[in-house]
């Protein structure tokens, strides 16, 4: 069976964050049991690596390039011909490319058996793959982008016929939704926690698309699979970031070098490595630091929310217990994932999250509110988890972490629990091939005006 991803980002070429991850991590096992998976992503100008061109048409191109046995391909259109990867006019970018990817790859002679779309810059492939009958499954990343646009301008740039423009299509409160399209008509819908599958049927984390959810749920077309890690680029025992280490004892080199590194002194540190987005609960974090520093170093590395970054370096500037670096930077990542005792991780909502899983691998243990994936992945014997998203409830987990830290023992047995723990990307992927085996037999009748149900 030959699997086609599509998505925005794939790690190793371009990535902002976990969505990547994903796409460099699960084709690669799809392949080791036994499917035949190729990548489609857009061809930015800043990628990292060179594809080989192997189709051109007017102003469009589509190159590949190999990786780990997936084939890679890049499409690209003028509107990718400049720096960096999400821009303002992502809609309309997105938008054309989608309507694009399913031509081209017909002209350049790729052919697939399922069509596998995360997030809403691939929706709209989703929904003209049904148009041709393809079978489709379509992951939901994170259900709070969803690439809205007015549908007076916007309903044109995607190519999809008169009737689609309805509520019962791909119209969503007056605007075209490109997530919307994936997710009413991908032939089955999965997102990356059996929690977060639960709580996007609801109005809370439902993102106005919680009735659509609900009714695909009803339908046995709703499921949650569990994201894995890639623990080969994720592993302390062989990370060329690091001092290698295999158990607590080992460590304390990675500690004493960002303790060194980042000048701090001997209270004990707390890292964090996060996009600044309200999602991921950063306020809360920072409401919480006058009490954190009075017992913690803290060390962030991440950028987004202007406001948020602006007050963080506020704090490094006046208290010595506090450092912030902006900017992606992979190495150190991997040094503050090893380096600290305790992870921060006080999300609203999660879909999956894996640096939580990360810094388990790395014996560092998360304090992480309990949703979506942070329910299914962080177990109370290991890390600090706490329910409400407030700092009261943040610093109620941290002080449990202190009454440990005190206890060496007790500290190590949970740290060394974690740094044993898996999570392989073999049973995701098998569970994702049982997905693809059911929609490619399921007869899909091509998609017609006739056929749109009320939902
Ligand atoms: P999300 O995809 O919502 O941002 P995840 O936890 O799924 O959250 O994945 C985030 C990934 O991005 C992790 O691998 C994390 O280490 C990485 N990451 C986030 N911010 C940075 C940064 N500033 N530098 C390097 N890596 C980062
Ligand atoms: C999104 C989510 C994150 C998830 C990642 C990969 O970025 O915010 O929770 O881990 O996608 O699925």
Known sequence: MHILHVASEAYPYSRTGGLADVLGALPPELVRQGMAVSVLSPWYADLLGTPREIWRGGDLRLGELYQEGVRHLFLETPD?????????????????????????????????????????????????????????????????????????????WTGLPDWLNTPLGAEFYGDINLMKAGLRFASHVTTVSPTYAREITTPEFGEGLDGLLRERLARGQLSGVINGLDQERWNPRTDPHVLPYGDMAGKQASISAVRQEFQLDDAPILSCVSRLAVQKGLDILLA?????????????????????????????????????????????????????????????????????????????????????????????????????????????????????????????????RGLSMDFSWAGPAKRYIEIYQQVRGEANGPLSEAGLEVV
Not at 383 to 411: I, K, Q, S
Request: hydrophobic fraction near 45%.
């Open 80 to 156: 990718f011909r400049r720096p960096g990867i999400y821009h303002p006019d992502d809609v309309r970018r997105f938008a054309n490319w989608g309507r694009l990817a399913l031509p081209v790859l017909t002209s350049a002679g790729v052919r697939f058996d399922v069509l596998h779309g995360h997030d809403w810059a691939a929706g709209l492939v989703a929904a003209h793959g049904s148009l041709h009958q393809l079978p489709s499954v379509f992951t939901i990343h994170n259900l709070q982008y969803q690439g809205r646009w007015n549908m007076a301008e916007g309903f044109p």
């Open 288 to 416: 919480a630091l006058p009490r954190i520093v009075e017992k913690w170093n803290v060390v962030l590395l991440g950028s987004g929310d202007a406001q948020l970054e602006a007050a963080f370096s506020a704090w490094a500037q006046r208290s010595a217990r506090v450092r912030h670096v902006t900017g992606m930077n992979e190495s150190l990542s991997h040094r503050l994932y090893a380096g600290a005792h305790a992870f921060a991780m006080p999300s609203r909502f999660e879909p999956c999250g894996l640096s939580q899983m990360i810094a388990l691998r790395y014996g560092t243990l998360p304090i992480a509110r309990a949703t979506g994936g942070l329910a299914d992945t962080v177990p109370e014997d290991v890390g600090f988890v706490f329910g409400e998203p407030t700092p009261a409830a943040f610093l109620e987990a941290l002080n449990r972490a202190e009454r440990e830290l005190a206890d060496p023992d007790r500290w190590n047995a949970r740290a060394s």
